[in-house]
């Protein structure tokens, strides 16, 4: 009883003034943010919930996707255009095959930043390419380490496993990518070096989350298999056509197989926890 006829600190007041003018600035700037950019309230268990899976996408995000399907589709002609005249005339075809390597290498770099931003940016829970994109084609560079290097090592893997049908050899290997890219990517960005390519968390969510990655072997297969089924109803050759549409057709695979394995991180928990 003593207590509560104590006086209370002036001091103490204020900072709980200050405390609650904060929390109602931040309120409001949240809720003059558009619907896509809000925080999502925390779930109890720390995991998402299924409303994590709506569309939480930055406009800037579609835009890099429509540089991304015009740069691979050029990169995809020049390397066409390259190989055809090297086979009609090689001295030609090594003159236009150096500006025709750094056109790719240029390429490839970007899909590589953009799929690497996609997937992280997705997995803290707004997907955005606005950081991961602020610097040049040299930056985006080093990101290649981090995705294409995974990708090699499971299309390794499926060549090592592929000795065992040499008939099937490409089948193997594409069956493997699907299986294995995802483990040892996360597994990367888990660990944070594409030296240390294998996590046992992420390994162990194999046996503690199977539906959530039966859902993003189940996508991913029927990604594969469109993409692949386009690619043969427009094969042409030499494949200039084929070309033009592939590569918006990759782009947009790209971009979506990223945000799925977003989620799956997300979902996961291995960002931000």
Request: proline fraction near 6%.
């Amino acid at each position: 009883m003593a207590e509560d006829n104590l006086p209370v600190d002036p001091r103490h007041r204020l900072a709980q003034r200050y405390l609650q003018a904060a929390r109602d600035d931040l309120a409001a700037k949240e809720a003059e943010k558009p619907k896509s950019q809000r925080k999502r309230p925390a779930q109890r268990d720390g995991q998402p919930s299924l409303v994590d899976l709506a569309p939480s996408i930055d406009s800037s995000t579609f835009v890099h996707g429509i540089l991304l399907a015009i740069v691979l589709t050029i990169a995809a002609l020049a390397a066409i255009w390259c190989y055809v005249v090297m086979d009609a005339a090689f001295v030609a075809g090594r003159i236009v095959a150096m500006p025709t390597g750094i056109v790719v290498f240029i390429a490839v770099s970007y899909a590589s930043a953009c799929f690497l931003g996609i997937l992280e940016s997705t997995a803290q829970g707004h997907t955005t390419l606005e950081h991961s994109l602020s610097g040049d084609w040299r930056d985006w560079f080093w990101t290649v380490p981090s995705t294409l290097g995974m990708l090699g090592i499971a299309a390794g893997l499926g060549f090592l496993l592929s000795r065992g049908a040499p008939q099937d050899t490409w089948t193997v290997i594409g069956v493997t990518i699907l299986f294995v890219y995802p483990l040892v990517q996360l597994s990367c960005l888990e660990t944070g070096s594409p030296a240390a390519p294998v996590s046992i968390p992420i390994l162990w969510t194999l046996t503690t989350r199977p539906l959530i990655w039966l859902a993003l072997y189940a996508l991913s297969f029927g990604l594969a298999l469109l993409v692949t089924a386009l690619a043969k109803l427009t094969w042409r050759d030499p494949p200039y056509v084929t070309m033009l549409l592939m590569g918006p057709v990759s782009a947009a695979a790209l971009i979506v197989y990223a945000w799925l394995l977003g989620q799956v991180a997300r979902w996961l928990s291995i960002r931000g926890k």
